[in-house]
């Protein structure tokens, strides 16, 4: 799995993310989850979203992407990041 998009610098806008999953499975699902809350889930193995700026807490925030396969093999790809006002 992929997550392009992030990075671990301060920012002060939105922020938009790219993510491409692959495995030789079908894929079940993919998760979203912003520090600790699920914001959207999906089954496609590619595609994008935004994180909007008001969302963000100031200091340290944590973005997971978790992907489940048909089997239940879970896979979770984790990037933090910085909110500056």
């Given at each position: 799995?992929?997550?392009?998009?992030?990075?671990?610098r301060c920012?002060?806008?939105?922020?938009?993310?790219?993510?491409?999953?692959?495995?030789?499975?079908?894929?079940?699902?993919?998760?979203?989850?912003?520090?600790?809350?699920?914001?959207?889930?999906?089954?496609?193995?590619?595609?994008?979203?935004?994180?909007?700026?008001?969302?963000l807490r100031?200091?340290?925030?944590?973005?997971?992407?978790?992907?489940?396969?048909?089997?239940?093999?879970?896979?979770?790809?984790?990037?933090?990041?910085?909110?500056?006002?």
């Amino acid at each position: 799995m992929r997550l392009t998009g992030i990075s671990g610098r301060c920012t002060g806008a939105d922020l938009r993310a790219r993510v491409r999953v692959r495995d030789s499975s079908p894929l079940r699902a993919v998760a979203i989850y912003l520090n600790g809350r699920r914001s959207s889930r999906t089954k496609d193995d590619r595609f994008g979203f935004r994180i909007p700026f008001a969302r963000l807490r100031p200091g340290a925030n944590r973005l997971a992407v978790v992907a489940v396969d048909r089997p239940g093999n879970r896979f979770t790809v984790t990037q933090r990041f910085m909110r500056c006002s």
